[in-house]
């Protein structure tokens, strides 16, 4: 064992996105024949929807008697994971001029910028999505099901604002 985390959050969905990232730079004034670049990327990548349980009090878990009720934050978007196999570069066009550069230089093409803006536009797509209702609907199910078997009659989950990681609930 190298390392051990203590997990604290819940995912509670994922999503699988598809993004077409199209980028193109050149030179003001000169055409882009000549200077420039277009690249053409189909990335694809998972965006989790998690629920963070670390900073829970007793209190955000009131009891009574029989009843339970679970107050916890609002699923968030966790970090895109791009899946490298999957993700392709589509389309490389040059210009004249930049081929040239590039022949002449021995730096390997630098496609880091690409996965960036592919994460980015995943994460609007999940957004856009309907993951974090999907998340709030199996939170909510998981929730209440741990509640029932632990023995209690009435289980409620509300959930609150997003938590962060510095205020406890």
Same mark, same amino acid.
């Given at each position: 064992?190298?390392?051990?985390?203590? #997990?604290e959050?819940?995912?509670?969905a994922?999503?699988r996105?598809?993004? %077409? =990232?199209?980028?193109?730079t050149?030179?003001? &004034?000169?055409?882009?024949? #000549?200077?420039?670049?277009? %690249?053409?990327?189909?990335a694809?990548?998972?965006?989790?929807?998690? =629920?963070d349980?670390?900073?829970?009090?007793?209190?955000?878990?009131?009891?009574? &008697?029989?009843?339970v009720?679970?107050?916890?934050?609002?699923?968030?978007? &966790?970090d =895109?994971?791009?899946?490298?196999?999957?993700?392709?570069? *589509?389309?490389?066009e040059?210009?004249?001029?930049?081929?040239? &550069?590039?022949?002449?230089?021995?730096?390997p093409?630098?496609?880091?910028?690409?996965?960036?803006?592919?994460?980015?536009?995943i994460?609007?797509?999940?957004?856009?999505?309907? #993951?974090?209702?999907?998340?709030r609907?199996?939170?909510?199910? *998981?929730?209440?099901? #741990?509640?029932?078997?632990?023995?209690?009659?009435?289980?409620?989950?509300?959930?609150?604002?997003?938590?962060?990681?510095?205020?406890p609930?």
């Open positions: 064992l190298h390392e051990l985390t203590k #997990l959050r819940l995912t509670a994922e999503g996105f598809s993004v %077409v =990232v199209d980028v193109e050149g030179t003001d &004034g000169v055409p882009a024949v #000549l200077a420039g670049e277009r %690249v053409t990327m189909v694809v990548g998972t965006a989790p929807a998690v =629920v349980l670390g900073h829970l009090t007793d209190a955000a878990v009131p009891v009574d &008697g029989d009843r009720t679970m107050r916890i934050p609002a699923p968030t978007l &966790g =895109v994971v791009i899946d490298h196999e999957q993700t392709r570069v *589509t389309g490389r040059r210009g004249l001029l930049t081929r040239l &550069g590039d022949a002449v230089e021995s730096q093409v630098d496609d880091q910028p690409l996965y960036v803006l592919a994460a980015e536009q994460t609007a797509a999940a957004v856009e999505s309907d #993951l974090l209702d999907e998340a609907e199996s939170t909510e199910a *998981t929730l209440t099901k #741990l509640g029932e078997r632990l023995g209690y009659e009435s289980v409620s989950v509300k959930f609150g604002k997003p938590s962060t990681a510095h205020e609930l």
